[in-house]
Structures are given as C-alpha cells and as structure tokens.
C-alpha cells in the first residue's frame, strides 16, 4: 500500500512509453521490502515522500522544493546541490534530498562491477535514485541528507577511483562523445583531451572563481553527437584541413545496391533504391560533388565538413588525414538573450599531448572572462556584449575569413591608430595642395 | 599582498556589509584589489580555514563568512 494518495502521477504510467513515476514505485517498494537486509542511512521512506510532494506540487501548481545551500564537502565549492523539502513535516523523508555530481569516465565507459558498486553505495546512502546521465553528461546521484555527503565522498574517491563532477560557478564536468575508442570518423582522441582537461583544470572544477557556470565538450567529428556547439563554452569538434578520402568501387557499390546506404539505418521501411543525386549530390550544402563519368568528384575547398556524404556512404568516404580540431565559443541555453550556437574561435588545431597551444587558448579566454564577465553572464553574452573583435583581441588571435558570419553585414570597419600607417594625424598643406578648401 | 592583509580586508570588507551575507567572487576579488587569479589563491586558503564558506545554488556560488547568515541556521549547520 502506497504511502501517498498520487491519482495526478499515476496518470503519468499510463501510456506505452517508460514512466519515472514506475521507476519511483519500484524503487519505494524495493526499500520498505528490503530483502537485502541494507541497513539504510537515510530515510526509509524517502521514495514514497518523493511521490508524495510531487502530487502535491502537481495539486498546487508550484514547486515545494527549496534549492541551494552551504552544503558541500570539505575543500569543494561545487559537485554537491543543496535540496530541501518546504513541507518537511508532511514529507520527512525528503526534508533533505541533496544532489550529487559525479565526474563520468571520459566516453562514457564502465565496468559492470564499478556500476553495481555505484548503486550498492547509493541504496545504502543515498535514495537509491540515479539519473545516468544528467544533461551536462555526469553521473546524477538524487537524494541524500548532509551528514551522508563525507561518507559518500570518502567511499567515492578512496575505493572507486571517483571524482565528484562540476556545479556552480565552476568549470562543469567536461563530456566528451566516444571517439576514436569506437567511431573511425573521430578526427582526435576525444576521451585522452578530456581525460586531460579534467586532471589539468581540478582546481577550476572544484574550486568556484568563475563569473558563472563554464563548460567544455569534446566531438570528435562534425556529427556533434554530445551537441558542443549547442552547449558548450568552449566546444572543440574534430576536422580535417586534407581531402576526403573517396573509395570509387564503394561509391559503385551503394549506387548498384549492393550495400545499404546509411550503414543500414532506416531499414524498417522501403525508401526504394538509393539515389546518389538526390540523396548525397543534391544535399551537399556547398554543392561541391558532382558525378563525372560514374565517378563521385569533390572539390574539397568548398567542403564544409559537413558530413553528410560520408554519414550516407561510410564504406566509400572517409575523413582525410590531417586531422584536428575546431574550437568554438559561446554557446549556450536561452536563459538570457535567447540562445546561442557557438561561434567559430579557431579554425583548425591539432590535436597532440601535451595540448599545450589547445590551454593557452583556453586560458586567455578564461583571463579575459573572469575580468570582464559579470556576475552570471556567460561568455556568449560578454562576447555579444563586447564584440567577437575584443574576443580575438583578448585571445591574441588574428582575424580570418572562418570568423566572418555572412559578407556585408557591417559595412563599419573600426581601425585603430596604431594599426594605420602614419597615425592618424596628416600633414594638412599637403593635403591641400590636392584639394581645395 | 600577504595573505594576513588578505584575510584582514575581507573579514573587514564582509562584516561591514549588514544587508547582504552571500558575496560573488568578483565582489572578493574587488575587495582585495587583485586580479581574479591572485584573488582566488588567498579566498581558497580562506576557504581551507575555515574563515570563508561556499554556497551554492546549483547554477551560481556565492561566499560568505562561516557561520553568517539565516541558511546556516536553518540548515543546522552553525
């Protein structure tokens, strides 16, 4: 028998999708049971006043949590988020109900055994609920009381090798895709430039010194697929500065329909046959493929690295050879100004340990950030406010045509004395021996 | 600066401000008079003794004197 009455969340099962709201009951009725015999350090019941307040919220239209405190562990100015309850006498079990960030192994990879330690430790400190993966990418762990938060902390990196993640006014977990470990369209090692990032900027991570929230994510090709130009502060996304590499007997292949287009995705419905003109040629944004004489042609100076084509024909495109990465800056979600893509900071970097040219772009950004930034403005919106030309300025990097938008935009081109020849002064009887008064 | 002068000025600084208990980092940094970089260095060791706190929202930090303020107490933690 469930604890609460929740006739509005039950609502939410019905339906052939997944429901949270299941997952809840479950968990609550795992715990009163207890068949494992875990001797649970926070309240029995937490899942079941989970259910609860949330009904009541739905009932009233507004939320009972209160967010935020001084809760942490020692030494961390972030990986810990403060909740409390506003109805603690009505719901005790969730009277606190912290959230904790944990810092996801680069790519995303685990051992089934570090999973169930992972689990085994939240059924016993924690609500038992998890959220795998949170939007930025870390491991959430939901509900905990504050004299759990050391316990937990101190199992977490003295027997699993863990971290806690980024929240606050820190550099945030930084989330890479899987890169090179599965896809052969990854132009860099992803998890080693995040894996390295993470180690190098521990103190930035944890220690809050930022105007506000900061994030980096790793792509390894144009594909996005943890969507860093979307998302990110910085967002690096693999390229290639050569050509793509073009197989013509694979290219002969999916035109004959010998192989699937798309690596055989979309195959639960008859599209008909493969159409290289309509379906690559045509879409190719900077119409720079054409076939001639049954051979697909490139004109890679014009590509854009989309990846379209080689996402349609993996066997017969590949990324070429000299690979790196873009970075981009400036993204972010629309909490003010709306939101923003990331604009592109530098065109191409290679990607090689120690990565050093890769943190003198990161730390000139930072510099510049943290003395210009406002409270809670993002560096999207200080670049919009100051202009992408201090950005280049503050960052000591030269304008390139990658950095123009769309041609015209502005016809106002602001020089600098020092950068005219001759200053701006001018002898005027010179002048005036051209042109009269 | 020495990290004594530091800790003198913030202390200072915060307890002066009766309004408000919760300060952005920039607010420090003013106080201090140095860049972020050179600011961070004395707030953390501020932090590390325990003089300072964090509070967090979730989205944004904030720091303030240990122990100041009505969350302290509400949150059992004074």
């Not at chain 1, 506000?212 to 502060?233: E, H, L, T, W």
């Not at chain 1, 990846?307 to 690979?323: E, K, Q, T």
């Amino acid at each position: 028998m469930a604890k609460h009455e929740t006739p509005l969340l039950d609502q939410l099962e019905s339906g052939p999708w997944p429901s949270f709201v299941s997952d809840l009951k479950q968990e609550a009725e795992a715990r009163a049971k207890n068949e494992k015999g875990i001797d649970y350090q926070i309240p029995v019941d937490v899942c079941d006043d989970l259910l609860g307040v949330l009904e009541l919220s739905f009932k009233h239209g507004r939320t009972h949590w209160k967010h935020g405190g001084i809760v942490g562990v020692f030494g961390y100015g972030g990986g810990v988020i403060g909740r409390y309850c506003d109805q603690p006498q009505m719901f005790p079990g969730v009277a606190h109900f912290h959230t904790m960030r944990v810092n996801q192994p680069a790519g995303k990879f685990y051992t089934t055994e570090y999973l169930k330690q992972l689990c085994d430790l939240w059924d016993l400190r924690g609500s038992g609920l998890t959220n795998m993966h949170g939007s930025t990418g870390d491991i959430i762990l939901l509900g905990t009381t504050t004299p759990q938060l050391e316990e937990i902390f101190f199992e977490l990196t003295h027997n699993m090798n863990q971290d806690l993640g980024g929240s606050g006014s820190n550099l945030r977990t930084p989330s890479d895709c899987v890169g090179q470990a599965r896809c052969e369209w990854s132009c860099y090692d992803t998890q080693a430039l995040c894996h390295d990032l993470t180690v190098e900027y521990q103190d930035e991570l944890h220690r809050p010194a930022f105007p506000y929230k900061f994030k980096f994510k790793f792509d390894g090709c144009p594909n996005c697929c943890v969507a860093s130009i979307a998302r990110a502060d910085i967002s690096f996304i693999g390229t290639w500065r050569d050509d793509i590499k073009i197989d013509q007997e694979a290219v002969a292949a999916y035109v004959g329909g010998e192989v699937p287009p798309n690596g055989g995705a979309h195959s639960g419905r008859d599209w008909g046959p493969f159409d290289i003109q309509k379906e690559v040629i045509g879409l190719c944004p900077t119409e720079c493929m054409w076939l001639e004489g049954g051979k697909l042609m490139i004109d890679d100076r014009e590509c854009t690295r989309c990846m379209h084509c080689i996402s349609v024909m993996p066997r017969a495109l590949r990324i070429g050879d000299d690979r790196g990465c873009s970075i981009l800056v400036g993204a972010k979600a629309p909490i003010l100004d709306g939101a923003q893509m990331g604009s592109l900071l530098v065109p191409f970097i290679k990607v090689e340990e120690p990565y050093d040219e890769i943190k003198e772009v990161i730390e000139s950004i930072w510099d510049y950030w943290m003395e210009e930034g406002k409270n809670r403005e993002r560096l999207g919106e200080l670049m919009k406010r100051q202009g992408f030309q201090r950005l280049l300025e503050m960052t000591n990097i030269k304008a390139a045509p990658q950095h123009v938008q769309e041609p015209r935009h502005n016809p106002y081109i602001f020089w600098k004395e020092e950068e005219v020849e001759g200053g701006f002064g001018r002898d005027v009887d010179e002048f005036r021996k051209h042109h009269q008064r | 600066m020495e990290y004594e002068e530091a800790k003198e000025k913030i202390v200072a600084g915060l307890s002066k401000k009766k309004s408000k208990t919760k300060f952005y980092f920039n607010d420090l940094a003013k106080i201090l008079g140095e860049k972020p970089r050179a600011a961070k260095k004395f707030i953390t060791q501020m932090v590390q003794e325990e003089i300072l706190e964090y509070w967090s929202s979730g989205s944004t930090s904030l720091y303030g004197l240990k122990g100041v303020g009505k969350q302290a107490h509400a949150e059992h933690e004074d």
